[in-house]
């Protein structure tokens, strides 16, 4: 396999590792738009010493010809960039003849929304060219789309499916995990944060407070709602291979870093920013970078932990579903825990929620290079078949899996 790694950021950089450490790969191109970040993630998959061949290339996201001309010769692009470069990366797919994954967004969703309606000429074109595009393949959405297709499996019927997640991060200072403007953008978006509730529903960001409790070393969290694409994915899509409706679907996610927990940390942003110099006029995307510099980079996330500002961390994913199995009502929930340890051990410079999510890109990626995916055109996570064995592969991989099964819930 040759694949194109696009965007040498934290998720990007630990997918490259993963790859490169697999036999049937034999090429891995690292590029970015800033060639000093592409060098230096390609010499970072180097220096694990294995046999693939690793190149770093300078291509912008946006220009369609610039990544094809990197992507000449590959059989798959993975995006790790940002969505709004999605349709232009896909387009360089089509000219060069490549698969194509990404983490999210909602532009593709709006693409399959008019496939499976037979009105996406975009679809229509990959399928003709035989071109996989299968989108939202990180932690969340992605194993959390799998992980309620395998509780589904197990149901007779479902009622509803939640989603949680949380970073904690054990640091004397700010420190993200993944994009610290990502961050930002979960809980500053000037949108409300949305539910599926047989359809799609806003709801008050503070006033849906969540006490969760993952497995240690996670425990005991506080979650707020987001909007993620799993809430509209998975009521739409899941049940066109389980045959199951799905009424309601939520998201809750939160982070702990240190004594803090989230409203502390984003205070604690924006105080932190607001010492900087701004100017009298921010735009939006502008302001959640400015809150966003206020976190140590995930790329230097290693160096921290190396200078003992980072002492420990870990991140928890959980998917719960509920809904009915002979006739008695049931919550079942698949865990993914995955610690700093673990995920350094596998990638020097990874932090938790990177490794998890390099994880499950990883094991799509290598599922269409060995043709175990066929499906061309647009397609989701929660179609992919035998999500019993995606979550196997996971855990193989050092991710801690945790199954629990409660009866009856009232």
């Known amino acids: ?135 939202n393949m990180g932690v969340s959405p992605g194993f959390t789309c799998i992980a309620a297709h395998y509780i589904a499996d197990q149901l007779d019927t479902i009622d509803a499916v939640k989603i949680r997640w949380c970073d904690k991060v054990d640091a004397t200072q700010l420190v993200g995990t993944w994009s610290p403007a990502g961050y930002m953008e979960e809980f500053f978006s000037p949108y409300d944060p949305q539910v599926w509730d047989k359809g799609i529903k806003n709801v008050d960001l503070l006033g849906n407070a969540e006490e969760y409790e993952f497995p240690e070393p996670v425990g005991r969290v506080t979650l707020y709602n987001v909007s993620h694409n799993e809430i509209y994915t998975i009521p739409q899509y899941l049940p066109k291979v389980t045959g199951k409706p799905i009424d309601y679907v939520d998201v809750k996610g939160g982070m702990v870093i240190g004594d803090l927990t989230v409203k502390d940390v984003l205070i604690e942003a924006i105080r932190q920013a607001n010492k900087k110099r701004m100017s009298t006029y921010v735009e939006k995307a502008d302001l ?83 043709g175990k995916i066929k499906r061309r055109g647009i397609m989701l996570p929660e179609w992919i078949e035998q999500p019993e064995a995606f979550i196997k592969k996971m855990e193989n991989m050092g991710n801690l899996i945790r199954e629990r099964i409660d009866k009856p819930i009232f």
Not at 16 to 32: G, N, P, Q, S
Not at 294 to 300: A, E, R, Y
Request: charged share 25%.
């Open 288 to 370: 959640l970078k400015l809150w966003g510099s206020s976190f140590i980079h995930p790329m230097d996330f290693r160096e921290s932990y190396d200078k003992g500002i980072i002492k420990d961390a870990c991140v928890g994913i959980a998917t719960e579903v509920i809904g009915y199995k002979s006739d008695k009502q049931v919550r079942h929930t698949v865990y993914c825990v995955t610690t700093l340890g673990e995920a350094i051990k596998h990638v020097p410079w990874a932090t938790p929620l990177s490794y998890a999510t390099s994880t499950s890109a990883t094991i799509a990626t290598l599922m269409i290079g060995r």
């Open 1 to 135: 396999m040759k694949i194109l790694i696009l965007g040498c950021g934290a998720q990007g950089s630990s997918i490259a590792a993963l790859l490169a450490k697999e036999e049937d790969v034999e090429l891995l191109i690292c590029a970015d738009v800033n060639l000093k970040a592409a060098k230096r993630v390609a010499d970072w998959v180097k220096a694990l010493k294995t046999e693939v061949e690793v190149r770093a290339e300078q291509a912008k996201a946006s220009k369609r010809e610039d990544v094809a001309r990197v992507a000449k010769g590959v059989d798959i692009i993975f995006n790790a960039t940002f969505p709004e470069f999605n349709i232009p990366i896909l387009e360089a797919c089509l000219d060069v003849g490549a698969h194509y994954l990404d983490l999210g967004g909602d532009t593709l969703i709006d693409e399959l929304d008019q496939a499976e309606e037979g009105q996406s000429e975009l679809d229509a074109r990959l399928k003709d060219a035989g071109v996989t595009a299968l989108i």
